[in-house]
Structure formats: C-alpha cells, structure tokens
C-alpha cells in the first residue's frame, strides 16, 4: 500500500486538475536559476517532438530555492517550436511547480516525483537534474522511449566523460556495485534516471525517506533498488555531461563520504543478495554512442600524493581499526614509495575498499569518522590512476577500469571471508 | 566490702553480658548482610559482564581509545570485566554500610548517612569523566581527520590540543561534583585555561609568525589550486 499522505493539498488539487498521464519529467531544483530555464526548455522540446501524442507532465519539485528557481520554470518555454519542430504540437505539456515536503534533499524532491507518477497514473518517468548545461531534447527520447515502447523498467545515463572526471564514481560506485549486484550499470549515480510508473510505484513502497536516502543517496538507491528488485534495467548513451561548477564549499571528503556511505549502507541491507553473486553481465544499451570532445582537466598530483603520504603518516590509528594487517602494511610501503615509482595497484585498492566495507558494516568506529579517514586512501589511488592515464586515450582508460572492476569481481571471496569472520553478515 | 566487690563484679557481668547480647544481633544482621552484599554483588557482576560482553562493549571501548588507555596504566583487564568489578565493589561497599547501620553505633551511622550522601556525588563524578572522555577522544579524531583532509600543517597537534581541553575541563567538572575545593579548582581551572589560550595566541601570533604566515598562505594558495583543479569525482 502507498502511503500518499505526505503530499501537499494544493499539489493534490494541481493533479487532480491535470488527470492522467502518459509520460512525466521531474526536475528536483534548489536554487538553480542560472541553468533550470535551459533546462525545461529542453524537457519541453523533447516531450513535443518525441512524444506528441502524449499526455505529458512537467513537474519541478523545489526545496525553497530564493533565486526565483520556480519563476524560471513557470516562465521558461520554447520561443518557437518551428526551430525543433516540423509541426505544431498536438498536446501541450502540464507544468506543475511545487515545493516538496520532507527533510532536504533530492531523495525528498523525487519522493513527490515518484508520488505524482502515482496519482497521475504515469507509464513512463524520467528525472533530469536542474544544473545541466549539456541536456538536449533528445535526452528525454532516450530516457523515456525504453520504458514507454520496449518495457524496460529503469534507465540509467551513459556519458561520455572526461577521464578524470567523476573518479569516485570510475574508482568505487561503478566497480563495487557492478561486483556486488552483477550489473554493469556505468553510471550508477548518474542523476538522470528514466523508469516505469510501476517501479514509482515500488520506490514509494520503502520507508527510507528519513534516512540519508533523502538527503543524498537518492541515486544509488533507486540504482540498486531496480536491481535488487529484479527490474528490467537498460541504459541510454547521452553524450557529454556538462553542468554547473559545483559549489567549492563543498568539499571532497564530505562528497565521498556520502557517496560511500550510502553505497555501503546498501550493502548491509542487500547483503543477502550479494553473497551470491558470482560474476557480472552487460546491461543493454540504447542510443547511439559517438566521441565527445571534452575539455581537458588540470590536475595537481602534487597534492594528491602530499595528502595520502600525510593520510598515512597520521591515520595508522584508525585505519589498524578497519584495514587487514596486510592491506595496512602494503598501504605504508606504497605511501614511503617516491613519485617517480608511486603506484597503488588495483588489488590493493579492492581490498581496501572491502576493508573499508567490513568496518562499515561490523560498526568498529563511528561510520562518520570511518569514512572521512577515506579520503587520503581515495587520493592515493586517484593520483595513481592519474599516473598511470597520464597518456592514455579514451578506450585505453576505459579499458583499465574494466581491469579495475573485474578485480573488485575476482577479490569477492576475500569480501565474503572477511564479512563473515567479522560477523558483518550475520 | 566484699559483698560491695562481688556485686559490683556481678553487676559489671551482667551489663557485659547485656551489652554483648544486646549486640550481638546485630553482628549477626551485619554478617548476614555482607554475606547478602557478596551473593547480590556477584550475581550482577557476572550478569552485567555477560551483557556488556554480548552487546560488544570491549570492541566499543577498544574503537573509542578506551582499552588503549588502560593498557596504558598496565590494566590488561578486558573493559566489561572492569564494569563488572566496579559494580560489585559499589553493591558490596553499600551492603557493607547497611550492615554496619545494624550495629547500631552512633559515629557508624553518621558515617554511614555521609557515605550515602556522597556516594551520588561520586557516580556523577565518575559519569563526568566517562562522557569527558569519550567526547575528547571522538572530537580529537575528528579534529584529526578534518585537519588531514584539509591539508593542515601538524594535525596531530590540533588533535591532542583538543583532547587536552576537553580532559581538563571535564577533570575540572568531576572535581566541581565531589566539592574538592570548589573554589581553588574554579579559580585554578580558570587560570590554567586562560593561561593555555594566551600562552598558545602568543606562541602562534609571535613566535609562530611565520608559521602562521605560511599556514594561511599555504589555505589560500590550496583554494586557489582546488578551484583550478578540474576534478569532478562523482
């Protein structure tokens, strides 16, 4: 039974007004003016020229932005649609503009999403997020064409990034849950996701939105959540990603202790599921891949090292609670190495990770601390890819965190022997 | 004369014998009582052990610095079994005063009535120390981690200033709740602190100008490059 109470009167009323629906597009916003216009606009252009004779609805859900993020989005339309169109659409697009209830976040945001697909009897959704600069109309062909005409059940982007961009996703999040589920979804935190009314549906079905779900582990879980659930998954090439710089306050040890949290917090709950898995396979794959220029990314691997090495220096304390005494002694002869000769092999690497995922689970120290003595560890490893890449092209990165993700597969017994002695999966 | 003595002897048996009868109910009560303590005491040192040894207390006082701390003093005793101890010596010592109660004695009493009155005194103190404790040690980890990931210069040093802080002021509380010397502790923490403070804005505003200097030039410069860096890591 889905619990529908949480949602406001007023968005009752609004969807109420609009009735049912074929296809809806959520946009989660919090003070995204500078980008949101670009944004309907381009949800707008993709509805009316892939799916015109669709009921459809546009739905932002706001966390009370003060930019005037939900002025934009009432205002922004398509100048002309002779520019995309070879005719006038036949339906136009319901736009709904709502503030979401619940703790801040986009879990929050998407919960009202996934609640007005309920209501409004939605066959297929997608979400895209509000700061993309790169979106184009046919994202929402490709979100929402799988789902609506080949019964597909959720979506996850493929892009084309730069190879140093998005590393804690290439270095952990894909390899991990590729390993742990079987699923070689690229992207599993993407953030533009497509997925069927049903799947709305089941994603309603959980209680988890007053956990850090709703705060920000919002993509890993509906990722994991259609995998685990058995859902028919696929993914949708869209070319480049391109959004707005991030806010710099934001800083890389918070951002990957959330993003590892919450992939390790799935882990404990799926545990059951994982342990037996054996090998991964191929998610299929719609669009049509081509090479995307891209800017070319500074890097200071100066930094990098000088951080880890400092990591190393004064975290032994609390990395003797969570890392094999094997994986910590490898750790201490890869920090004394010189930058001439640093690399941090990828067997090391995995069994850190797992180290890392065992303690998280067995709750030796508090899992905040934990995941913030992380960070040196990423870097380290982060720095030696950038080593070893340094001339790489595309294919040949690809191809070396493929050797990456299938050593998170081959280290697997390690996980499960380590799991288990530790008491972590009973 | 005689009759006087052997009647003053007589009359001085009986009151001893009247006064040993009179007190040795007493003493039996006293006895039963300690037996009592000894059985209670055991029995909750056993249970309490069992359970904190169940709900995984010496992994949790071996994550929180806790074991690392007694080893230290040379305690090798796994930190659940000391709970257990502790508890017993607290049931016993209580029982112990009952009993004495049953003596009837008067300074016993008295004694009996303070140790009663005191004796939540010292659990609040005891409860300051715990909490001091566990507070310095996860704040000074914490201090220590934000310190490495931020690339400060000597985290270690950030780590064990906020430890020592926290120490000494909850140090000071515990000794606030056992009414030690109220006032010299008050006054004692008050300089001690102060002095601290002063003495470490002195050291890094003077003698650490440089330090200083290079350690803010060193952040800013770091905003700059993590503003040039490129790195997207989602």
Redesign the interface.
Known sequence: MIDLSFLPESLRRQLADVGQVDVLVGIPSYNNARTIGHVVRAVQGGLARHFPEQRALLVNSDGGSTDGTPDVVRQASIASFETILAAHPLRAVHRIVTPYHGIPGKGSALRTVFAAAAVTGAKACAVVDSDLRSITPEWIELLLEPVLVQGLDFIAPLYHR?K??????NSIVYPLTRALYGARVRQP?GGDFGFSGRLAEHYLTHDVWSSDVARYGIDIWMTTTAITGGYKIGQSFLGAKIHDA?D?SV???A??MQ?TGAVLSLMGVHAARWREVRASHPVPVFGFEYAVGL??????LA?ML??FR??AR??GE?WQ?TLHPATAREIAAVAAASDEEFAFPPALWVRTMYDFAVAHQHG???R??LL??L??LYLGR?AAFVVQTRESGAEEVEQILEELCLQFEREKPYLLERWDETGGGR | MTATFTERLIGSLNAFFETVLHFLPGLLAAILILLLGLLVGWVLKTLVSRLLRVARFDRACDSNGITQVLDRADIRTPPSTLVGKGLFWLVFASFAMAGLSALHVGFVNQLIAEFFFYLPRVLSALLVLLVGFLLANFLSRAALLSAVNAGLPSPRLIALVVKLLILVLSFAMALEQLRIATSIVLAAFIIAFGAVMFGLALAFGLGGREVAKRALERQLDTRNDEAADGFSHL
């Open positions: 730069h140093y961009d998005g590393t804690i996703t935190i991030k710099p800083d890389l040890s951002m990957l993003v800017e070319p990314v500074p890097v200071n930094r000088e951080r400092t990591g004064e975290l609390i609670h030796r120290l508090n905040e601390h913030r003595s960070t040196p982060t």
